[in-house]
Every structure is written in structure tokens, then in C-alpha cells.
């Protein structure tokens, strides 16, 4: 088999072309995201958002519903009560996040052992790229479409508050509206991200491409470059390496976005671990 018939194969299939276009935008739009939660460092945020929608999207397969619906209330809930508990409390914001969310993803694991034969906990946890539907497609583009819009509408705004909130206050921003915006976004990604790698996963495509194009780049811009790009390729890599291995698609899509960050943390030119070591070993002339 040649090189042309690896990447044409695949193509054939509707289900692999479906997956293709959902894992792409999944790719895009969360990388985009992603260079905001790591200059803000809302790492933490992510992962809580991503885990605590487990109970929306199990009481989605119980009831017949979209399981977009059931993903948005609890990732709504999640937010509102992680504010709730901080401003109202002595509790910190990581702390408060850490309960929330914990509590929310137990909650989940309640639901699917209490109804384990009508909940699909393999397609919850790791995304069922394979049996994407033209309904959940449209779901996924409809979404991502929504989120790249306000992020390059609102993108002025949002720099200024990642950079400093004192001076957006000062220009007649709100920097708690903002962060609600960011939230809200946030909690749209998870539910775009979900139908390509399932619960676990969503956390690597909202915070490794976003920390991989930190590392390769100072300025902002080219960081929403860099991140999308790189994010877009590691998914039809990762797409292309399932189909032939039949392994894990998400499993596949994480990994070589991982093994991107590995190179870019040991060969950035300038933040790289290996051209520092270099650089340090050079002698110093006079």
C-alpha cells in the first residue's frame, strides 16, 4: 500500500469523514480557547468544567435527549457554583473548584452504576468519533461556529483582561463579565470537544495546544496561530493513525498532541530545554 492509498482509504467512508470534520473543528476551537486558559491560568477550570458535565451527559442518555443539553446545564451549574462558593465564602477559587467539581463528577459515576445498561459509558468517557451522526455533526459545527465568533469578535477585549484587568477596568471594561464570557465559552468547547474524546480527554484539547504554542512563541498572535494549526494537524493525524491501528481515535488525537508539546518543550528555540542547555555550554567569548 502507498502512500496515496493510506491517506485516500480512509476518505471512502462517510463515518471517517464525519469524524475527520468533527475532530478538525473539536481541534480548532478548543486550541483557540486554550491560548487564553493558559495565559489566565484557568488550567484547573478546564478540567473541572470538562469532568463535572459527566452527571448532564448520562442524565441526557436516561431521558433521550441530546446529550448537548444535558452537557450545557451541568457545565452551567458547575460554573455558577464554583462563583457561588468563592465570592460567598472564605474558600479559594481552587479549592472551590476542586469541590464542585468532584461532587458533580460523583454524582455522574452514581448515575451510570446506578442505569449501567442504558448509559454508554465508553462513548461518555472517550467520545464516540466513530458513530458521529449527521445531527451530533452539525451539533459540533453549529457550536465550534458560535465560539470562533465571539472569541475573534470580543478578542480586543479579551487580550486586555488576560494581560491586565486594572486597565480594562480603567477603559469601561468589566473584567467579571468577561470572565463570565470566558466561562460560558468555556463550557460550549467542553460540549464540542466531548463528541471527539469523550470526558476524560477534553481537558488535553482545551489546555496542550494552547501550552505547546506558549512555548513556541511571545506574542499573542501568533500563539492563535500556532495553537489551532497545531491542533488541527494532530487531529487527522491521530484520525488517519486509529483507522490503521484500530486504536483509540481520541486516545490517537490526544497522544500526538502530546508528542508535539514534548518536542516543542525540548527544541523551542528559545524556551526549548535543549537549546538552553546549548547555549549555557557555549563559551563565553571577550
Known amino acids: 500500500m502507498n502512500l496515496l492509498d493510506v491517506l485516500i482509504e480512509p476518505l471512502q467512508y462517510t463515518f471517517m469523514q464525519r469524524a475527520l470534520l468533527v475532530t478538525v473543528t473539536a ?11 493558559v495565559l489566565i491560568g484557568w488550567s484547573l477550570m478546564g478540567d473541572a468544567i470538562s469532568h463535572a458535565v459527566l452527571p448532564g451527559v448520562a442524565l441526557a442518555y436516561l431521558l433521550g435527549l441530546p446529550f448537548a443539553i444535558g452537557a450545557i446545564v451541568f457545565a452551567v451549574i458547575a460554573v455558577s457554583s464554583i462563583g457561588v462558593v ?25 448515575l451510570v452504576s ?66 463570565a464570557l470566558l466561562l460560558g465559552l468555556l463550557a460550549l468547547t467542553t460540549v464540542v470537544t466531548l ?15 494552547g501550552a505547546t504554542a506558549y512555548l513556541l512563541t511571545d ?44 518536542v516543542a518543550y525540548l527544541f523551542s528555540p528559545s524556551q526549548g530545554i535543549v537549546p538552553r542547555y546549548v547555549r549555557r555550554r557555549e563559551p563565553v567569548t571577550t
Open 114 to 179: 446506578k442505569y449501567p445498561s442504558q448509559i454508554d459509558l465508553n462513548h461518555i468517557l472517550f467520545g464516540n468519533l466513530l458513530g458521529v451522526t449527521r445531527e451530533d455533526l452539525w451539533q459540533v459545527l453549529g457550536l465550534g461556529l458560535l465560539v470562533l465568533a465571539v472569541l475573534v469578535l470580543k478578542r480586543r477585549d479579551l487580550i486586555l483582561y488576560a494581560f491586565d484587568q486594572t486597565h480594562a477596568r480603567a477603559v469601561g471594561l468589566s473584567p467579571p463579565v468577561l470572565s
Open 195 to 209: 463528541q471527539a474524546v469523550g470526558v476524560i480527554l477534553v481537558v488535553a484539547m482545551l489546555i496542550t495546544p
Open 86 to 110: 468563592r465570592n460567598t465564602s472564605r474558600v479559594k477559587e481552587d479549592a472551590a473548584i476542586g469541590v464542585v467539581f468532584t461532587t458533580l463528577f460523583a454524582f455522574g459515576v452514581v
Open 219 to 262: 506574542r499573542f498572535g501568533r500563539m492563535m496561530l500556532i495553537a489551532p494549526a497545531v491542533s488541527a494537524a494532530c487531529a487527522v493525524v491521530g484520525i488517519y493513525v486509529s483507522y490503521h491501528l484500530d486504536v483509540s481515535s481520541g486516545g490517537c488525537v490526544v497522544l500526538a498532541q502530546g508528542a508535539v508539546f514534548t
Open 27 to 37: 481541534a480548532i476551537v478548543g486550541a483557540v480557547l486554550s491560548c487564553w486558559l
